[in-house]
C-alpha cells in the first residue's frame, strides 16, 4: 500500500450524452464554417490499427447559449457571449434580455450566468475537460482518456442549378454514439449557480451542436448527470512513476438543493 504525497478534493459534473449524429462543418469552404472536431493525433488501436484522435470543440458554447437560452424564458437577464452592444455603424446588437458579457461585473450586479461563466474580466468557475474520440476499434490501451464513437465522412455535392453537374464535392466528418463530459468546479459553487448549470445542462438538448443543425444534425441527448466528489492522489513507486488514486462519491442530495435554489422563489 502506498502511502500517498499530495492530495486535492474537487468537485465536478459527470455528463452522459448521446448524439445520433453531429458533424463538425468542416465543409467545402475552408475556415467558413465552425469546426467541431478538432485532430490531435493519432493512436495505436487494437491489431496495430492507427486511429485518428478528435477533441470535440464547441461544447462550452453550447451550454453558453443554453444557459442564454433558458435564462431569456425565466425572465432573468444575464451576459450575452457578446461583448459589444453595437455594429461599426451602431446597429444595436444585443437582444432583449441580455447585456453586453462582463457589463454586469463592471456595474457590480453579477448575473448568474458571468458567476458561473466568466469573462474577459473574470476567470470561469467552470472548467471543462477535453472529450477526446477516436472510432471504434481504434482505442489504444495506454489512452484511457480516449472514448470511441462511431466517426466517419459523408461525401457531399453541391449540384449546379437544375442540373446534375456537380460543382464541387466536399466531405463533412461527423460523430455519432455516447460520451461522456466533464466540467469541473474550480471553486465553490453556491447552492443556486449549481441549480442554474443543472437546468441549463436539462434545456441543452432544445440547442444542436455544430453545424448542419438546420437540417437535423446535432443533436444532443442528455442522458444522465452526476455531481461528484472527487478525491485525488498522487505519489511516486519506486521507478519514480506517478501513481494515482481517484475516488468518486455521488452527491444526489446537493444536486437536489441546487436544483430547488434557482430561480429564487419570490414570495408573494
Ligand atoms: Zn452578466
Redesign the pocket.
Known sequence: MEEFQVKRTIKRLEISIQTPIAKTGNGAVAGGKVNNLMLIGTTKGEKGKEGKKYVVKGLRGWLNHAMMALAKEMGV????TSEKTESQKGEPLLPEG??A?????ENG??????RLMG?FGKQSKLKFEPVVITSKACKGKEDEEVQQMHIATEVRNALAFHTKKAIQDFGERYFAGTFTLRIEFRTKLEAEELGFLLKSLLYAPEIGLGAAVNNGAGKMKILKVALQEVVRERTFDQKGRVVERERVRNLWKEMQEGLKAWPKKVSA
Not at 458579457?101 to 461585473?105: H, P, S
Not at 450586479?109 to 458571468?114: A, D, G, P, V, Y
Open positions: 437577464e444575464v451576459c450575452h441580455f447585456h458579457a462582463g457589463k454586469c461585473l450586479e453579477e448575473c448568474i450566468k458571468h469573462s
